[in-house]
């Protein structure tokens, strides 16, 4: 009913906003190289914005239906899947160009209907574009086609194709509409439908019951930090009489006091619903058991979509975390605190998946920390080229399973194809993948000149010129473990022996291992340009290289309001790092320190013999450790799973079992004692009659 509302009721009002497609394509150009105008051009109007929405949606219901009308016809979902998002990604590049030509101080509200409306209180189906939603929708969109086009060689043989690419455009859906809600319920909507789609996805193959559980466990730890932003909606409700995100931000400054109980308490609890979207401590241990779902799922959730939430959201609201530095403390020590747990663990993880799985807890533990110290633009650029190396290495990750299944398939071998002590020396079958994500590698281990150099650079220079001295060494470890624990990875699926056939020797791997076809390893090449030149947009001036401030720039809008009152309360960066020296010594330092961490790992790895997962022996000491997670999963489990169980289970024994049943079960019974008493009465004998009138007549006698 909900999907019906929105077709019905999206088309006719915007229908009257659209302008001529073919006049802007003859400046695209142009336009892409042009710099923004000055004040007083022309203003920004979105071209066709509610078609970004829109072509989601349909390839959601049309695949939706196909699952039911043509679930053998595989190339209507194939065009079908794909071409919903390369055509939200087209009017978003449109947009993009549209936006870059004006000189776009606020946001430009885009209204489709009223959606709530009670006394004073309106929300509305409304659009918020400005800069930092315009580039999430590049990204959202960008990224989620190069992983679409993917999903078609990968999920080709799955007799779900079609559900499985309905699912996919729904979770594009629910994302472009948090991105793009400009009140805190439309947020909300998109919030709780990835939130669902996680769960479908997970789960996708919910025969399996571990596949299923994994799904209901993503489900409902999102649940419990979604609490945390139901309340700071009320709260925020209560105060200012809306809750639309403008008005609410735009008054903030004056409306709430600079550390007060109100914005102290809202913005925790915020950060609460973040934690469960983007995976941090507390709420992270949903995200690794994720991997059940499809690669590509894996690739979408980590890369674009459910976990950028949680950064997009206090970004989107940095006025108010500015306002409270209580809570950027907590955010920055917490995302610190995960970026370098997650790191430990992925250094012993054998599932090439769940190695990805703890490395993008530790990127988003980056992030969080850039945004806890008022870097919300740092944390922004990471979260852009994050998206460009985690989804080149989890689409890369999937090749490698999709071939070793593939060729375990037809052999009757078993074992873990995800991991990798069954692979090994897959350079030689696999060199297009193998070169891709070394670039991946590369880039997320932060070496010159890839993308995450740049953006992880810049937030921990950011960290220490805010005097967090601390967070500063924690990141800079964590830095070096990065590029342990992903030189590790890359070894051990690529390099050295192949182990896939066990000790059948190379040559039954080179009859039955390959490379990915042209449909999975094409968008690996696009995500590795990406990467290799991602990360240009933003150069810093202290740097020997050409000064380039475009990505700082395009945000500063967006961003302005917070800076002001960091500025206002006396917060501002200092000029050298905790320990001395200035930018341009440290990103040497920190490039150089990735750089060794790689060669390092690169000839440990090398030397090391790899047993096959059939052979190996259980891990022992503080590697054990590592590989048990820390054991945070069995301390949730002892602490809050099992009690609630034993809880649960008393109250279904004691409570539902014997005191609701008991009591309904005994009232049935007492009717029928009653109904058994009457029917002896009944008896027809008129003496019997005669008797009880007597007793009756003398009870009634004695009472008197």
């Known amino acids: 009913m909900v999907i019906s509302a929105w077709l019905s009721m999206l088309l006719p009002e915007s229908l009257n906003k659209m302008v001529d497609i073919g006049s802007t394509l003859d400046r695209v150009p142009s336009l892409l190289l042009s710099a923004p105008q000055e004040a007083g051009a022309a203003s920004f109007q979105p071209t066709l914005p509610f078609l970004i929405l829109l072509f989601p949606l349909l390839g959601a219901l049309v695949n939706g239906l196909g699952a039911f009308l043509w679930r053998e016809n595989k190339v209507i979902p194939s065009l079908l899947g794909p071409g919903a998002l390369i055509a939200a990604f087209v009017v978003s590049v449109f947009n993009f160009i549209g936006m870059r030509t004006v000189d776009l101080h606020g946001p ?17 189906i409304d659009l918020q574009f400005d800069q930092l939603s315009m580039l999430m929708c590049l990204i959202v969109t960008g990224v989620g086609s190069l992983i679409h086009i993917y999903s078609v060689g990968y999920m080709r043989s799955d007799p779900a194709y079609s559900r499985y690419f309905s699912y996919l455009n729904l979770f594009v859906f629910f994302m472009l509409v948090l991105v793009l809600g400009s009140s805190f319920p439309l947020m909300f909507v998109g919030w709780e439908g990835v939130g669902l789609c996680s769960y479908l996805l997970i789960g996708f193959w919910y025969e399996n019951r571990d596949y299923s559980n994994a799904g209901k466990k993503a489900f409902i730890i999102n649940r419990i930090g979604d609490v945390g932003f139901l309340v700071a909606m009320f709260l925020l409700f209560v105060a200012f009489g809306t809750l639309d995100m403008v008005s609410i931000l735009d008054a903030a400054p004056q409306q709430l006091t600079h550390g007060g109980g109100l914005v102290t308490g809202v913005t925790l609890l915020l ?85 990805l799985a703890y490395s993008t807890i530790s990127q988003l533990g980056y992030m969080f920390l850039a945004v806890g110290v008022g870097a919300f633009t740092a944390g922004v650029f990471h979260l852009m080229t994050h998206a460009f190396f985690k989804a080149l290495l989890f689409l890369g990750a999937g090749a490698v399973i999709h071939t070793v299944h593939e060729a375990w ?93 066990g000790h059948a020797g190379t040559e039954k791997a080179k009859r039955h291992l390959h490379e990915a076809p042209i449909v999975m390893w094409l968008p690996l090449a ?45 917060v501002h960066l200092a000029h050298t790092a905790p320990i001395g020296g200035g930018e341009a010594l440290w990103a040497g330092l920190s490039t150089l320190l990735a750089v060794t961490a790689v060669a390092v790992t690169l000839r440990i790895q090398a030397s090391k013999n790899v047993p096959l997962e059939s052979e190996a022996t259980a891990l022992t000491g503080f590697a054990r450790v590592l ?24 109250c279904w024994k004691i409570v539902d079992s014997r ?33 009880v009138f007597m007793v009756g007549a003398l009870l009634v006698l004695s009472v008197l």
């Open 271 to 355: 950060f609460l619903g973040c934690t469960g979207k983007s995976a941090q401590i507390p709420l992270y241990t949903w995200l690794p058991d994720a991997m059940a779902g499809p690669t590509p799922v894996s690739a979408l959730i980590h890369a674009a979509t459910m976990v950028t939430a949680g950064v997009y959201l206090i970004a989107r609201t940095s006025v108010l975390f500015a306002l409270s530095p209580i809570t950027q403390i907590v955010v920055a020590t917490v995302g610190g605190a995960t970026a370098l747990l997650a790191a430990t663990i992925a250094i012993q993880q054998y599932d090439i998946k769940k190695v």
């Open 526 to 570: 696009v995500l590795a340009a990406l990467s290799l030149m991602g990360g240009w947009v933003n150069v810093p001036e202290a740097l020997p290289l050409p000064h380039i401030a475009w990505f700082h720039h395009w945000l500063e809008p967006v961003f302005a309001p917070a800076r002001t009152v960091a500025a206002e309360y006396g």
């Open 409 to 501: 398939s037809g052999n009757d071998h078993h074992g873990d194809p995800n991991d990798m002590r069954n692979h090994g020396g897959l350079k030689a079958f696999m060199p297009k993948t193998w070169a891709f994500m070394w670039i991946g590698t590369l880039a997320i281990a932060g070496v010159f000149p890839l993308a995450g150099f740049f953006s992880k650079d810049e937030i921990i220079w950011s960290v220490g010129a805010s005097g967090y001295s601390v967070l500063w060494v924690v990141a800079l470890l964590t830095a070096i473990l990065t590029a342990v624990y992903m030189t590790r990875l890359m070894v051990m699926a690529f390099h050295g022996q192949n182990r896939t056939f």
């Open 627 to 650: 590989h048990d997670k820390w054991y945070v999963d069995e301390f949730y489990d002892r602490l809050i799973v099992s009690p609630s169980r034993a809880l649960w289970r008393g």
């Open 108 to 124: 430009e509200i885009v209204s489709l209907w009223t959606w709530i409306e009670s006394g004073d209180l309106r929300i509305g």
């Open 659 to 691: 005191l609701i049943d008991g009591a309904v079960n005994g009232l049935g019974h007492l009717m029928r004692l009653l109904g058994w008493v009457g029917g002896q009465l009944q008896s027809g004998r008129v003496t019997t009659y005669l008797l």
